[in-house]
């Protein structure tokens, strides 16, 4: 496992941007967001896996968010664009170092999890 730092928290209004990053105290292979609103199941969000670049996206957030690579393979960014009240939650970074592989956006997939920051988006 390695710890993970994110940041970029805020409050915005339905249209606007924010930039969060993630930042792995050591070397990971798939790097991946994920959100969870109250009462609702941890939903995946993006995925890249570092050596290769491959990004995949939920369909609900497809265009309008951009999960890229930091100089270093240990750290991500997501820029959220066009956001939504629906994308209010709390994000977290997750990262692999494991052996077990079930898909980009399946939190089983992942076993360094970030504490979470939050973004709120207003109507």
């Known amino acids: 496992q390695v710890h993970l730092v994110e940041s970029g928290e805020g409050s915005v209004q339905a249209g606007g941007s924010l930039r969060l990053s993630c930042a792995a105290s050591?070397?990971?292979?798939?790097m991946a967001w994920f959100r969870q609103a109250p009462g609702k199941e941890r939903e995946g969000v993006a995925s890249i896996r570092t050596d290769t670049g491959t990004t995949v996206y939920a369909d609900s957030v497809k265009g309008r968010f951009t999960i890229s690579p930091g100089n270093a393979k240990t750290t991500n960014y997501l820029q959220l664009d066009s956001l939504k009240p629906e994308d209010t939650a709390t994000y977290y970074c997750a990262a692999r170092t494991g052996d077990h592989w079930y898909g980009y956006l399946v939190p089983r997939s992942y076993n360094s999890w970030g504490q979470g920051t939050q973004v709120t988006v207003s109507s």
């Open positions: 050591g070397y990971v292979d798939y």
